[in-house]
């Protein structure tokens, strides 16, 4: 039996949204704090082996991956805003919408002071030639190549799809159980080795190559803009068969 707070808004229903993204942050260590000390850490860290490379002589650009440790953390709070505010949520009466709308603004609040955490950082590294020893944390050439309202716009997009991944993992869950969840993510696996192996037996990687290249960053962002959508209506289609 569908739980009467599945789907159907009452009055007042855009309040009762905006109830939720402050639910979602009555902790503010998921949505705040802790993306905050991921993003820092990751910083400082990736400087410092930056200016540890530098003092060895390595006067080339220098780039890590330390940048993509905040958007990972970005699943981990898709999870928690799934596993530890649904609750709530239902005690509070919401519905199922109201509580997933209000759970994206608020993902969309935090990956907003995120992505322009990285414009701005990528700012610094462009004036300074990299922290004076060529070094390279939020500014990548290919993702600044049509300037950076498009690199915020990527990062921005980035965050949010880490977060619609994580949240629905999460309803799948809470939905039908760790072995339903662990044979989602063996079909999906499956199904990009496939994808490898249909394009190697092709021989099409310089093709693909060829078609990252010309699509560029904001390509590939607008192309993400459309998975987000995807994964979104799927999650939200599973949270609202998912009982009280």
Known sequence: ?????????????????????????????????????????????????????????????????????PLWYFLVIGVQAMTMTFPFSQAMSLTRREFYVGSLAAAAVSALGM?????????????????????????????WADGPLAAGLTYFVLTMLFFIVGFWFATVFKRFGTAVLVLVLLAIGLALIGVVALITWQQAWPQVGQWLAGAGALGLTMWGIGLSALLAAGSYLTLRRMPA
């Open 1 to 69: 039996m569908t739980a009467p707070t599945a789907d159907r808004a009452p009055a007042g229903g855009r309040h009762r949204t905006l109830n939720v993204v402050r639910l979602q942050f009555v902790n503010a260590q998921t949505f705040v704090w802790v993306p905050a000390l991921v993003l820092g850490g990751a910083w400082v860290l990736t400087l410092l082996i930056h200016a540890i490379i530098h003092s060895a002589g390595g006067t080339d650009p220098k780039y890590g991956g330390g940048s993509q440790a």
């Open 115 to 143: 992505s322009l955490a990285f414009v701005l950082l990528g700012l610094v590294e462009q004036a300074t030639d990299g922290y004076g020893f060529n070094g390279y944390f939020a500014y990548l050439d290919w993702v």
